[in-house]
């Protein structure tokens, strides 16, 4: 059974570094065609996709985004980390992580539940 | 980028409606084209993947269609559970959604 869970803090000030941990079970990210991908959303907003690590530590990144991003993994400790720095207002939102499996399903396929953080000083 | 615009943005209907929710692409995006159904505090759920394949468990009342630049998310019958917001999402170049479409009981 796989399963994801977001972690971090629920509220930053602004210019601040934004670090979210998505601690996952029931794969591997060392195992060929699987990735990990991070998702937002601004409350009563659509989805906004920020950024996917494949297996082989290949990274993708919103393109709008890109200059803020960071994403991490750490196979040992079956984490994935997001930073995204200088934060804003308009990043408040609940923050998703996601698991993919390119040999399967080649897109967002289970999601955890999500972490709000909300930006404010 | 790929900008992917949904229409209608909210749709009133009873159960039991044919319910039809439109996709557009501002590309080709082929056949990677998915569908999530998100309910209110919870996190989306994938309904459709490759345009038309269900995900395991999702009911047969939920059907994807088109190809290209414009897609469709039909509810043959429409249940109390589907009332629900429902985003498009190609994963051709990236993984970008639409706006999502609001499904609320007429």
């Known amino acids: 059974q796989i399963t994801l869970k977001e972690s971090g803090p629920t509220l930053v000030k602004p210019t601040q570094t934004l670090t979210l941990t998505c601690t996952f079970s029931g794969f591997s990210l060392s195992t060929t065609s699987v990735a990990v991908s991070w998702i937002r959303q601004p409350p009563g907003e659509a989805l906004e996709w920020l950024a996917l690590i494949f297996w082989d530590d290949d990274k993708r990144y919103s393109p709008s985004l890109k200059s803020r991003l960071t994403i991490t993994k750490d196979t040992s400790r079956n984490q994935v980390v997001l930073t995204m720095t200088n934060m804003d207002p308009v990043d408040t939102g609940t923050y998703y992580c996601a698991h993919m499996n390119t040999q399967e399903i080649q897109t967002l396929h289970y999601w955890g539940q999500g972490t709000l953080v909300t930006v404010s000083s | 980028d790929i900008q992917m615009t949904q229409s209608p943005s909210t749709l009133s209907a009873s159960v039991g409606d044919r319910v039809t929710i439109t996709c557009r692409a501002s590309q080709s995006v082929g056949s990677w084209l998915a569908w999530y159904q998100q309910k209110p505090g919870k996190a989306p759920k994938l309904l459709i993947y490759?345009?038309?394949r269900l995900e395991v468990g999702v009911p047969s009342r939920f059907s994807g269609s088109g190809s290209g630049t414009e897609f469709t998310l039909t509810i043959s019958s429409l249940q109390p559970d589907d009332f629900a917001t429902y985003y498009c999402q190609q994963y051709y170049s990236y993984w970008m959604f639409g706006q999502g479409t609001k499904v609320e009981i007429k």
């Open positions: 490759e345009v038309s």
